[in-house]
């Protein structure tokens, strides 16, 4: 009689993923990367509001010069970003907030993390052969970056649009409301709106973003609660000084397109302590 012989399972061998994936929702991603990549993002982020391709037209012809090849792509990629901005600025002015928040949001949050990384995030892989250089890893958490775009959008860009838009036509010179001492005089009108934007705005918006974070991240009702006390009076506090100090140069442009775009600009460094104070402790 033959002998059947059992056939030893053959095992794949998977290809290395350039983004190995950790528990929690985590990957690995080369430092080199995210720093670059969030610095190319945080200079998109400050450029969108006034960026324009005439102005664009001296650097993208050096890059083109004195860079034969990757400087016309660069000049190239430039020129199309500062046309689709432009477009954005003047036709669909709704839709450039919504995408300036959007990426403002992001970098923050990615700014956050990199701020701060728990200890088993830096990852070394041993060198390989040939004295190949070591490239450090760190863990970025994808999901986070994309829920804290969704709710900074959600919780503060899109409301403040038409806040600003109501102060803008409501509170001024003729508001019967205002006692006379403050409409009479334009600063003191200034004043009056950044002190109501800080009171009413910023004091609810400042909840819905920590609300929104807490229950689209899974917590329970009582965590959902918890983050209405102390880590909402630190981040109002926070925001009444940043705020203080902007809103009367924010509140002085005509545009408010320009003055949401000049907010996220201000807002990016507040949106980094914002996503700290909400996952605070994972």
């Not at 998977?14 to 190995?20: D, E, G, H, K, W």
């Not at 050096?62 to 600025?89: D, I, K, M």
């Not at 630190?234 to 320009?258: E, H």
Request: proline share 5%; aromatic share 8%; glycine share 6%.
């Amino acid at each position: 009689m033959h002998r059947i012989q059992a056939r030893r399972p053959v095992q794949r061998v998977m290809a290395p993923s350039l983004v190995p994936a950790l528990p929690g929702g985590s990957c690995l991603v080369d430092a080199w990367l995210m720093h670059g990549s969030t610095t190319a993002l945080v200079s998109a982020l400050i450029l969108a509001p006034v960026v324009s391709s005439r102005a664009l037209e001296a650097p993208g012809a050096a890059l083109r010069r004195y860079v034969p090849l990757l400087g016309a792509l660069l000049a190239r990629a430039l020129s199309a970003f500062a046309s689709a901005c432009e477009g954005l600025r003047t036709e669909r002015q709704v839709a450039f907030v919504l995408l300036h928040a959007a990426l403002t949001y992001s970098c923050g949050d990615l700014l956050a993390q990199l701020a701060h990384r728990p200890a088993a995030a830096a990852h070394r892989p041993a060198a390989a052969s040939g004295g190949a250089r070591k490239h450090r890893r760190i863990a970025w958490r994808p999901y986070r970056t994309v829920r804290t775009s969704l709710v900074g959008v959600f919780s503060d860009a899109v409301p403040f649009f038409y806040w600003s838009s109501w102060l803008q036509s409501s509170i001024t010179e003729h508001s019967s409301f205002i006692p006379l001492a403050i409409r009479s005089h334009a600063s003191a009108l200034k004043l009056f709106k950044v002190v109501l934007h800080v009171v009413v705005f910023q004091s609810a918006s400042n909840a819905l973003y920590l609300t929104l974070q807490a229950l689209l991240r899974g917590d329970r009702l009582s965590e959902v609660l918890a983050v209405l006390g102390a880590p909402l009076l630190q981040t109002c506090s926070v925001s009444a000084v940043s705020f203080g100090l902007g809103g009367p140069l924010i509140f002085s442009l005509q545009s408010v397109m320009l003055q949401s775009a000049l907010r996220n600009v201000g807002v990016l460094g507040f949106s980094v302590y914002l996503a700290m104070v909400a996952n605070r402790g994972r």
